[in-house]
């Protein structure tokens, strides 16, 4: 399931790409590069269009926003790599030459 959530996540971005660059803002858009000035005649008349690419970007967005939210919620309910680690148990620190008998003692 979560490998479906992925590529439908991907497939979402790749279509918003051009989905958001065809609609003309202030400057014109992509439209006014291919010589299709103001008059947004990639598409035929203005309302229609604006309103077509409205719709469909926002239901792009959407379904973008759900497929994050899936996609986080995954990733909350997988267990950790670290987690997993069996702990080690630690010694207690000793201080240096304690329980280590002497080999060579001399006598005074």
Same mark, same amino acid.
């Given at each position: 399931?979560?490998? &479906? @959530?992925?590529?439908?996540?991907?497939?979402?971005? !790749?279509? +918003?790409?051009?989905?958001?660059? *065809?609609?003309?803002?202030?400057?014109?858009?992509?439209?006014?590069?291919?010589?299709?000035?103001?008059?947004?005649?990639?598409?035929?008349?203005?309302?229609?269009?604006?309103?077509? &690419? @409205?719709?469909?970007?926002?239901?792009?967005?959407? !379904?973008? +926003?759900?497929?994050?939210?899936? *996609?986080?919620?995954?990733?909350?309910?997988?267990?950790?790599?670290?987690?997993?680690?069996?702990?080690?148990?630690?010694?207690?620190?000793?201080?240096?030459?304690?329980?280590?008998?002497?080999?060579?003692?001399?006598?005074?």
């Amino acid at each position: 399931m979560e490998t &479906l @959530l992925y590529i439908l996540h991907v497939l979402v971005c !790749l279509a +918003m790409l051009p989905i958001i660059l *065809l609609q003309s803002g202030k400057g014109g858009g992509v439209n006014a590069a291919f010589g299709g000035g103001g008059s947004q005649s990639v598409f035929g008349g203005s309302s229609g269009a604006s309103s077509f &690419l @409205l719709k469909l970007t926002s239901g792009a967005a959407i !379904l973008f +926003m759900m497929t994050s939210l899936g *996609l986080s919620y995954y990733s909350s309910r997988s267990k950790s790599v670290v987690g997993d680690l069996p702990t080690q148990q630690q010694e207690a620190p000793t201080a240096p030459g304690a329980g280590v008998p002497a080999t060579g003692t001399s006598t005074l």
